[in-house]
DNA sequence: CCCGTGTTGATTGTTCAACAATAGCCCCGA
DNA sequence: TCGGGGCTATTGTTGAACAATCAACACGGG
């Protein structure tokens, strides 16, 4: 079979499988709405039903997929009123976290990594790159609270927001104009200016959400 | 075999496997750190292996079991940091979805019934149906936010403190003292006193989390 | 032409049996 | 007492089989 080309893997092969079919979404290999036939992608990736399903479980408890008992699974397609609620949450979580935040906890060295990331990937017009970066520097904000379920509920819903950014073809428009406001946050909150720092990132945040609604609404026009 | 036990079901079996399962965790049928047995469960519930597996997956990802690769599934242990960290969560959640609400939300509805069944309850000395009441109580409040993605994480949470109030023996006690205080917020918030209730409700959360970890020291020391 | 209605094919839901892989345990020897 | 080697029970994964359900289509009556 094919099972040794994803490394050795340390944990079980269903999570294995459900990490791969969730870089596949993110990265718009699959149409939002689409169905995911169970014979056909099982053969495809080398494991059986079974492994397969439990993928789909896991992904369907992220919300990255959807299932419907007896018609299979479809991959998640977001509608307007979920990206709203998606950055809700966000100013909710990303804002606390941050106007709350130890000045020198560890985070910030994580917010530092992704930023310096961002900006790498960006000279390469590597716009995935950069997607994954900028969302490990939002990452990196919320793990500032100090809260591991926090952390896991705020992943989630990032990935379901960038599943809708699948849907867009401005990959550079979506993300580029965000590295050097992810500076800015940065470095403002690293001057102790918390407050403005807050400011910002929720300046950000409306930014983005325009952005995103734009682009889905012209989508869903076509 | 016994599957029609559990009436028709309109779901997939796993999943009816899985709120089985949970249902018992939180009624205290199972000794936190205990081992779940895959083949002893499974004949059990009169379910195949790989059914019961999807199951566990599910609570797995809810955190009231934990997976630990060719050990077992073990039930969750909750810990003084956890117990903190939701308390933490809860105050953060609810005050700001009370704070934020709509006077008329549909949720009030919710909030108004949850407080009859838990003084119903409460005169029957039924403490675990008290408990699964005042649970309702605050999955309404949360749900005056208007977001089902906040609900579902919030739920998980609180199922998954519940597990922690499996190991003290005083329900009475853990419950009992909080149908009144549930009243009072709901009362203070319908009299549009929205700042007042929020208050009430952060004391209510202080209290209840001091008792918790109290009794949870208490056990401990056992 | 339109509309129920059965029939059929495909897909999912669930079970079962088997084997591989691993962790924990017991026993042994130094 | 400690470390090593195998034994056993349990989990991980597979493949096949059958039941349950859905979607599409053909058919016949109005």
Redesign the interface.
Known sequence: MKKQALEDRR??L?NTVAAGIRRLLVEGAFTPGQRLSEVALCERLGVSR?TL??AF??LA?E?LVTHQ?HRGVFVTSPDAASIV??Y??RR?IEC?ALSEAWPSHPAVREMRVAVDEAHARSEQQDWLAVGTANMAFHGAIVALAD????NG?FRQ?LAELRLAFGLMSDKEWLHAPYVDMNRQVLETFEASDTKAAVALLEQYLAQSERVVLAAWERQVAT
């Open positions: 944990e079980s269903g079974n399903r439990e479980r896991t408890h919300g008992p609620e998606i809700r949450l909710f606390r809260s591991p379920r926090l509920f819903i």
